[in-house]
């Protein structure tokens, strides 16, 4: 294992947006990793695990520690079960699944990142999620260096989270083992190519972290807003499949294509905000900031970020 010392982080990131690692791992396997975490300790750094680099706003400032790169990208089949490493790419995955005929990953297409970060996350879209086919996951503790295996109902999953993305947990995905079923190789390719087409018509293809914003599941505020609007109530039951779009609010507030500096709100999608293309990191957390506060004051509701901050202070 080498560190590098200076790394321009935005060359990492789906965004192209970020300052200099101090200091930048990157590592192939646990004994690299465990490499990483003596020097971690030795020097008292801080540290970050990176993977695909989506979902993260990384500060123009960069990272004053030690950036950990997870390259482990080995996947393995037995029947219908996958055995595939954190630092493989989600898309990878997927269409590994698709040589085999191996459904229930199809929701995923389009989506980037790797898949570590997609299970900390409890990624998903069109009604699938990553906790619906996932068994089990390995772990890596720097605490007691030892290598952990939860199931999946011990992994905390809800709505884009899990125990892994709690800030006090501090250990490593390394691996998981997903339970998929054999299906027709049309229907497969229908689907994926159902969504990548949804994709490429209704999400912008300028640099962005995906999804800035968590969609509304509050039952609280959902009845009392679909009593006053009751004109989107078949929507929320079809197409939202009960709940409420960021977006749907983002663009009700007058949002749309709303830009500071390089940083907009997307015309073709509300919860993407995109890089125009030299956006600094202060500019999208502005913006990001600004787009809670009108919403909050509009409709009496609290956004919540699925974007993940790194170097702020």
Not at 63 to 70: C, H, M, P, S, Y
Not at 181 to 194: F, H, L, P, T, V
């Amino acid at each position: 294992m080498k560190i590098q010392n200076n790394i321009l982080l935005k060359d990492y990131t789906t965004y192209k947006i970020g300052g200099p690692a101090k200091y930048f791992a990157r590592i192939g396997n646990l004994e690299e990793l465990r490499e990483a975490f003596k020097i971690v300790k030795k020097e008292n750094l801080p540290y970050f695990i990176l993977g695909g680099g989506s979902n993260s706003l990384i500060s123009d400032k960069g990272f004053n520690g030690l950036v950990i790169l997870i390259e482990n990208n080995e996947i393995k089949k037995y029947d219908n079960k996958l055995q595939i490493s954190s630092g493989l790419i989600l898309q990878d995955a997927i269409n590994f699944a698709t040589e085999y005929n191996l459904k229930g990953l199809e929701w995923g297409e389009g989506i980037p990142g790797m898949v570590g970060g997609a299970i900390r996350g409890n990624a998903g879209a069109f009604g699938g999620e990553i906790k619906n086919v996932l068994e089990s996951i390995k772990t890596y503790d720097p605490e007691s260096n030892m290598v952990k295996e939860y199931h999946n109902s011990e992994a905390d999953f809800s709505y884009r989270n899990s125990i892994f993305k709690n800030k006090a947990y501090k250990e490593v995905i390394l691996s998981a083992v997903f339970k998929l079923s054999y299906g027709k190789e049309k229907d497969i390719a229908r689907k994926r190519n159902q969504y990548k087409l949804y994709r490429l018509e209704n999400h912008p293809q300028e640099p962005s972290c995906g999804s800035v914003f968590k969609n509304i599941k509050d039952k609280k505020f959902l009845q009392h807003y679909l009593e006053k609007h009751s004109e989107i109530r078949e929507q929320y039951i079809k197409n939202w499949i009960y709940k409420i779009p960021a977006a749907y609010f983002i663009a009700e507030a007058g949002l749309t294509g709303f830009q500071m500096g390089q940083a907009q709100v997307s015309p073709k999608h509300t919860n993407f905000i995109i890089n125009k293309g030299k956006a600094e990191a202060d500019e999208i957390a502005r913006l990001i900031s600004f787009i809670k506060s009108r919403v909050k004051e509009r409709f009496g509701v609290r956004l919540q970020e699925e974007v993940q901050y790194i170097g702020w202070q």
